[in-house]
């Protein structure tokens, strides 16, 4: 289950997909409990509660508890997109500006802001899978430089391949020392830089640890598939 806008920053609707078809199965008005809460009451009227074994959601706080309210039996996950969704917009972002701010105390404005544009492409490419990397393997060197060159970004660097190493791992404690890793290397950042964006980043993972460990067991689910379909949902609007 998702959240998707139908007009941005106005009206919202949730869709729910059944993730081994990939049909959506039902779409409904508003992401406040209230109104999502009538889906779940649906499927225990029609006695499928106990069917349901697995719902993969995002960070949304208000649909967990839905799901742990209403099918207590079901296995709550988290996906990897939105896990590196906040990484990059809580962590990385707050990582760039951080580096900018540094790289200004030596050089005039008007270069600052164009090292602040090849800092965010370089963040990028700490997001960026491997497969991704090779349509752009002409710059990957250079944006690798400028990684090395600001500290702050070069130990971030192996968060984005351990995050995505918790989906791929074979089995509960490799996903969950795969998440230790991750909290390591926040907790450093931390330390080291005074960077508040890596602890509160930490906790929100401490907080979801046993959703997102769990999601090594269920590979190939996702919202993402969701999300794909509700942009086609928005252009039929």
Sequence with gaps: MDEFFIKKGHAYATAFMYLETGRIIHVCEGRTVEKVCHFFEHLINKGLEGQIQMVCVDMHA???SLVKEYLPQAVVIYDLFHVMQHFGQDVLKAAVSSCARSFSQNHQQKL?????RQ???SSWFILASDSSLLKHADSKTYYEEIIRDNELLFMLQPIADLLRGIWQAENEIEASNRLDGVAGLLD???KKFKFPAADKFKRMLTKRAKEIVMACLFKGFGT???ER?????KKRI
Aim: net charge positive; no cysteine; glycine share 10%.
């Design 62 to 64: 208000g649909y967990h």
């Design 224 to 226: 993402k598939r969701l």
């Design 188 to 190: 450093e950042a931390q």
């Design 112 to 116: 600052v802001r164009g090292y602040r």
């Design 119 to 121: 800092l965010r492409k």
């Design 229 to 233: 379909a509700t942009a086609t949902i």
